[in-house]
């Protein structure tokens, strides 16, 4: 579903990711984890092109994502995006926020749009919130409200930059539920975490990413029994102590 092929980048002469080569299939769930600076936010930005790529290839679902040919905006529509931030657009209401791409991208009737929007937003625990503004809202609230935005544009790939990592301890369970019954249902998804917990239970394979590049991949089981690599093996141990 999404293939990443010799991806260079840099920013200036600094350069941040270092032949990025990873294959995500079809409802797989990718943690990508790592110190600050590794890169994994940038990686993540180059997967719908919020970031540009200087040389390699991405493409999702067979969509060429930095070809010039390619109409990004709509290639976008396939790929939900999460940020740490939630980013809700703070003068709409939740469902309004839920139901604007849907309506002026998709081209939804606003009967459709706000019908698929309060079924998404109740089973996301938001049923008494549709006409809620952002700021009434809590961290874990507002960030459940933009899952339910991504997830309004139907969307065969979600990726999530550290979507817990803004909120109070006790609304992370909230946040990591929904995004593990996404899992459940077979969503391809590429979550960059620091819940180690949570990247061992509901992902197939756990990308490390140190200085630019991906040093191991491996199944949840194999990486956090048996890392092969120091900057690993560090890395756990630093996480696991703190
Ligand atoms: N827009 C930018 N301009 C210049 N340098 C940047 C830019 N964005 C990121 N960088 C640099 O690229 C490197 C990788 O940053 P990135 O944000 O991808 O790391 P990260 O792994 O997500 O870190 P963190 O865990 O702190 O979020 C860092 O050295 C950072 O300073
Ligand atoms: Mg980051």
């Given at each position: 579903m999404i293939s990443i092929k010799n991806v260079n980048k840099s920013f200036g002469d600094h350069?941040?990711?270092?032949?990025i080569s990873l294959e995500v299939p079809k409802s797989n769930v990718v943690a990508l984890i790592g110190?600050?600076?590794?890169g994994k936010s940038t990686l993540i930005r180059t997967i719908n092109a919020l970031e540009t790529i200087d040389t390699g290839s991405i493409t999702v679902n067979d969509i060429a994502?930095?070809?010039?040919?390619?109409?990004i905006n709509k290639a976008r529509t396939n790929i939900g995006f999460v940020f740490q931030n939630f980013?809700?657009?703070?003068?709409?209401s939740v469902l309004d926020n839920v139901t604007i791409a849907p309506i002026?991208?998709?081209?939804?009737s606003k009967a459709e749009a706000e019908k698929r929007a309060k079924e998404l937003l109740t089973s996301l625990g938001?049923?008494?919130?549709?006409?809620?503004?952002?700021?009434?809202?809590s961290g874990g609230q507002q960030q459940r409200v933009a899952i339910a935005r991504a997830l309004a544009m139907d969307p065969e790939v979600m990726l999530f930059d550290?979507?817990?990592?803004?909120?109070?301890p006790e609304m992370v369970k909230e946040v990591l539920d929904a995004i593990r019954a996404l899992a459940k249902q077979g969503m391809t998804m590429v979550v960059v975490t620091h819940e180690m917990g949570f990247a061992k239970e509901i992902c197939d394979d756990i990308v490390f990413m140190a200085d630019g590049k991906i040093v191991e991949v491996a199944p949840p089981d194999v990486f956090f029994t048996?890392?092969?690599t120091d900057r690993a093996k560090d890395f756990l141990a630093a996480v696991l102590n703190h």
């Amino acid at each position: 579903m999404i293939s990443i092929k010799n991806v260079n980048k840099s920013f200036g002469d600094h350069h941040v990711l270092t032949d990025i080569s990873l294959e995500v299939p079809k409802s797989n769930v990718v943690a990508l984890i790592g110190p600050s600076g590794a890169g994994k936010s940038t990686l993540i930005r180059t997967i719908n092109a919020l970031e540009t790529i200087d040389t390699g290839s991405i493409t999702v679902n067979d969509i060429a994502i930095h070809d010039k040919k390619t109409n990004i905006n709509k290639a976008r529509t396939n790929i939900g995006f999460v940020f740490q931030n939630f980013n809700l657009y703070p003068f709409l209401s939740v469902l309004d926020n839920v139901t604007i791409a849907p309506i002026k991208i998709k081209g939804q009737s606003k009967a459709e749009a706000e019908k698929r929007a309060k079924e998404l937003l109740t089973s996301l625990g938001l049923g008494e919130k549709f006409d809620a503004f952002p700021n009434r809202l809590s961290g874990g609230q507002q960030q459940r409200v933009a899952i339910a935005r991504a997830l309004a544009m139907d969307p065969e790939v979600m990726l999530f930059d550290e979507p817990t990592s803004a909120l109070d301890p006790e609304m992370v369970k909230e946040v990591l539920d929904a995004i593990r019954a996404l899992a459940k249902q077979g969503m391809t998804m590429v979550v960059v975490t620091h819940e180690m917990g949570f990247a061992k239970e509901i992902c197939d394979d756990i990308v490390f990413m140190a200085d630019g590049k991906i040093v191991e991949v491996a199944p949840p089981d194999v990486f956090f029994t048996n890392p092969t690599t120091d900057r690993a093996k560090d890395f756990l141990a630093a996480v696991l102590n703190h």
